[in-house]
């Protein structure tokens, strides 16, 4: 277990989320007015907070909604963004082929994408399955273990939820094989200590995927 705090984000609204398209791992789908207006809010949190100039480790999902979200950030935190590490295995669930797609003609083909239960997205039956996403983060939070006091990640709607499962030991899902916390809208942070999670900023943007 990690001695430092972990704060995890999920990043702002991206024109994909408003006009309710399935983005799954695309590489960039940039932030809109309102995503940058969650990414503020965040920003002034984590400031609040923090203060300024916090020794923050900062990583990224290398996808440019993450990176968007981040500059803000650390623009407030008076953090420099380049010092930014960022990871492969932080991007958010592959969709396959329902990737870049309207929600809409996704369930008029096959129904329902989202678990009304958990809000969890429904596997693509060619995309990433959870317990897969669970082994990429949980390989990363082994990598990083070293990391040296606070950090900050800037993720996505689902695969934080993974993330933040297994660092606070959440039972597996059942019919989705892996653990997941709970669903935060786009533009939240969480703080991890310990295994004990906390929300430091509840964002405006969109829930659950």
Known sequence: MRLGRDFIARHGETVFNAAQRLQGDAPHTPLT??????????GRALRAELGAKPPLTLWASP??????????I????????HDAKTDDRLVEIGMGAWGGR????VIADVGPVIDPVTGLLIPAPDGELYPQIAERVTGWLSDTDSDPGDRLVIMHGISSRVLRGVMTGQDSIPG???PTAMA??????VMIQDGVETVTHRGTGYAPA
């Open 184 to 189: 935060l809208p786009q533009g939240s942070v």
């Open 33 to 42: 007015r309102a995503g940058f207006a969650q990414a503020d809010e965040m």
């Open 102 to 105: 309207y929600y809409a003609d």
């Open 176 to 178: 989705f094989g892996a």
């Open 74 to 81: 650390a623009e407030h935190l008076e953090l420099d963004w």
């Open 63 to 72: 996808t440019g909604r993450a990176l968007q979200t981040l500059a803000v």
